[in-house]
């Protein structure tokens, strides 16, 4: 789509929350530097993290931070997709589902009754669903919370008619771009990065713990290679397979992978090889 | 004290331990940055030294597919250790380089035949950061041999690579020899190491209570001749060579390099490619941590608008999806094929491409792979079938 | 080596000292030549770069667009006339070729170039030549050909095997008179016809099928999508042509043009540097493995 003004008239952009934490409409806000650019370049029409004046749509760009969690919601994203040409997903919750996807493994009515006295007031979906299970999406940006950055590209993409130049690389180029030293190979810490896109600028083993994944799977990602040899090295039980169940565990790439995980977990003599160091 | 005048290139003296601080202020008087092996997160990696201090001591590695450990020894020792997932290629080829920004400046058009309105021009600058002048201090051998395999890369006599040459023409390397290889190391299969031949500027051999220490070129000996030092007896002398002698019996991996570019390019069929794809996570670890990987990629970033843009050289790998990526399909498009395009590049075509194998043995690619696949054990395995 | 390379440097736009700086060069004209392929002819904005700047038939640019990126383009027009101008017939495909849509006269691209080996119009005189493109693959082609027609006499009977998908698809079509006038027999066929489509309708190799060659003195210069070439070298050497004398002009990802990069690797060979034109005696191992 073309986003190029033609007319003088800048883009319309509308920005709305669903299930989450808003950490994701945080993370644009949080581009100061840019704002000022991004003011004028565009014209913010709905954002009520923002500000509450609200201008009608239909809108240029839609951008919807939060999963699918209610009955209410799963009407709700339609009428948005309605309103908005090109739709971008922001965010893991958005892109699949997020951390709250986890009910989707057990009994959301069983979560209910632990954390509410009156469960029978909540109405809510028994699983946590994505944006692109719900509407057709033009873009999804993964991360918890997303990496202003990219956010930033995806609108100046927009806006140059180009396609947004999101690293195509897993975490390890920016672990080894930035010099830091593998967790994996000199503390025997399990990491996703091998398997996870990469655009996060690889804050995790920075700080010397593994990556859980929250940028989602990588286009090239070898999963199932990963939890052959990952999942043997697991210093407690199931230490690989509850880092795949996460922020990113609704991800199909993820739910295989887990289970896979868990299933070695239960039984290590199905994993491949033994080699002498795994 | 030995007298000045006696000193030439290829003169090996005995120098105690606390005369390389000075050794390493006298570098860093003379407009170099000294860097060299730090302790940091558990590991070992490349980073300005400023002092004798700074340097690690008392440490050996321990290295397996996968693994890398150091263990305390509590000797007053530096450089028993093997180098760690970083390698020098960082100061020559950085990660990440700016090269130019460029705004736009429009001006209205009013020439006739065009359409009337703004035309686009750009106003270019180059990047003019200035370039650092290193000093490696630590430098094994496989290290060294990377650098000359880089050399050939980057500095061709039909074109050469200007930032990579301005940062290597001011180059100053302070060699060591290995003394305690690990179970990934195979510099003697490759022919590279332990020992260091030449390239060097100084080049140490690591004794308890000294460094035996010989001059590599005239300004490496203009360094050693301000210190204090000794003629080294033959005692240290014939223990040194002992040592670098045991050194090269400790190889814990072979490669057999006999007919090599053949067997691999003349096999790009193998079912060891599909065997091998199935482990590989194509993470690209092997090729960033490889001391002589080259490949790299360019990129614009612009401003929201597209007004200012700024060009950047980022290390790249060819086990990135998009790396052959051309209009209408990926060359290489599956795990298979770039694990087999890594490897026949690095045994096999390097070789005719640039006159050297692309592998020095310095078995980065074994320990930091996260899955531990050895191109040592992938060679065999090929060779093995092909036999068959 | 059977390709001819311009010997040094010093021809090229660009700057030595520094990375991937191109040169600027003004947009002097803009010619649609068919649906999303464009023809752009650019003069350097620096005298001294336009002097000294110069090509042969197959070698490319690498064409900037700021905030854009680089995108390999060859050079489609005669060595020895346009003014001087660099002309580049652009397929506005991906980022970098899409932006060019937005040019307009009078905006200033960034150059870097010529890269590349060139088709060997030395090497082939005296023989017939059989230029087999589809596509895309035609401009690449039409520096050599028009130098071919320059020195006409010196070369034998001359063939353009010319296809594309629709009548619409195809390149140039004003010229091919004057080509044939020229004494180059112009043989175009689609994949599908329309109502206004009178010639053949089917594949660049099906060509072969229509006319003799001489295998000994007959090369086969050829450019276009990879699964068009492989069946006119497969053609082309059913009728005895030696593979040496069959040369391909290969796209690959190429990103510095210098040999450097990496990207465009296949075997011992970087594309840009060693290439993009080959003899196919030596590319033969590596162009036939799958993936490669």
Known sequence: MTLTPKTQQKPKVAVYKFSSCDGCQLSLLNLEDELLDLAAAVDISYFLEATRTVKPGPYDVGIVEGSITTPHEAERIKEVRQQCKFLIALGTCATAGGIQALRNFASAGEYAKTVYAHPEYLEYLETSTSIPENVPVDLVIWGCPVNKNMALEAIAALLQNRRPRFPPSPVCLECKRNGTICVVVSQGIPCLGPVVHGGCGALCPASGRGCYGCFGPSSVANFNALVQGMQPRDRYPNETATLLRSFSSAAPAFKTAAELAYKLGANPASAHGGKETL | ?388 | MTTTLIDTASHQAGFENKLLMPAWAEVVKITPEAEGVTTFALRFTDPEVQKRYRWEPGQFNMLYVPGYGEAAISMSSDVSSSNGLVIHTIRQAASVTKATNRLRPGDVVGLRGPFGSSWPLEAIRGMDVVIACGGIGLPPLRGALYAIMREREKYGKVTLLYGARTPKDLMYPDEYETWNKAGIEVQATVDRGDETWTGRVGVVPMLFYHFRVDPHKTAVLTCGPEIMMRFVIYEALARRIPASQIYVSLERNMRCGQGFCGHCQMGPYFICKDGPVFPFNRLGPFFNVEEY
Not at chain 2, 88 to 108: G, T, Y
């Open chain 2, 1 to 388: 004290m030995m007298n000045e005048k006696n000193l030439t290139i290829g003169s090996t003296v005995a120098l105690p331990k606390a005369e390389l601080d000075h050794l390493l202020a006298d570098l860093r008087s003379n407009g170099y940055q000294t860097v060299g092996p730090r302790l940091q997160d558990e590991c070992i990696v490349y980073k300005e030294i400023e002092s004798l201090q700074d340097l690690p001591r008392g440490l050996l590695s321990e290295q397996k597919p996968a693994s890398y450990r150091l263990i305390q020894t509590g000797q007053d020792r530096y450089f028993d250790f093997i180098p760690a997932g970083q390698s020098w290629k960082q100061f020559l080829f950085p990660p990440r380089q700016h090269l130019f920004s460029a705004q736009k400046n429009s001006s209205e058009v009013h020439a006739e035949g065009h359409t009337a309105g703004r035309n686009t021009k750009w106003q270019i600058k180059a990047d003019d950061a200035p370039t650092p002048r290193y000093a490696l201090v630590g430098v094994r051998a496989c290290e060294l041999a990377a650098i000359a395999v880089q050399d050939r890369v980057f500095m061709r006599s039909d074109f050469t690579d200007p930032i990579y040459r301005a940062r290597r023409e001011g180059l100053f390397i302070l060699a060591v020899n290995c003394l305690h290889p690990n179970a990934t190391c195979f510099c003697v299969s490759m022919g590279t190491g332990p020992r260091h031949k030449a390239g060097f500027d100084l080049c140490l051999t690591e004794m308890d209570d000294l460094f035996l220490v010989e001059a590599g070129s005239e300004l490496g000996l203009s360094l050693l001749a301000r210190r204090t030092y000794e003629l080294p007896s033959a005692f240290v002398q014939t223990a040194a060579n002992r040592a670098t002698e045991l050194a090269a019996g400790k190889m814990g991996r072979s490669l057999d390099t006999s007919d090599l570019p053949g067997v691999l390019t003349g096999h790009l069929d193998a079912e060891r490619w599909n065997q091998v794809a199935k482990r590989c996570l194509s993470c690209a670890n092997c090729t960033q941590v490889c001391p002589t990987c080259f490949c790299w990629e360019a990129f614009d970033k612009t401003d929201v608008l597209g007004n200012k843009t700024s060009r950047e050289r980022v290390w790249d790998s060819c086990f990135n999806p998009n790396f052959s990526y051309v209009f209408g399909g990926n060359t290489r498009p599956n795990i298979r094929s770039r694990y087999r395009q890594w490897l026949t590049h690095k045994l096999g075509a390097w070789k005719g491409q640039f006159d050297v194998l692309g592998c020095v043995g310095c078995g980065r690619c074994i320990t930091w792979c996260p899955v531990g696949i050895d191109l040592t054990e992938e060679v065999a395995a090929i060779r093995q079938e092909v036999k068959a």
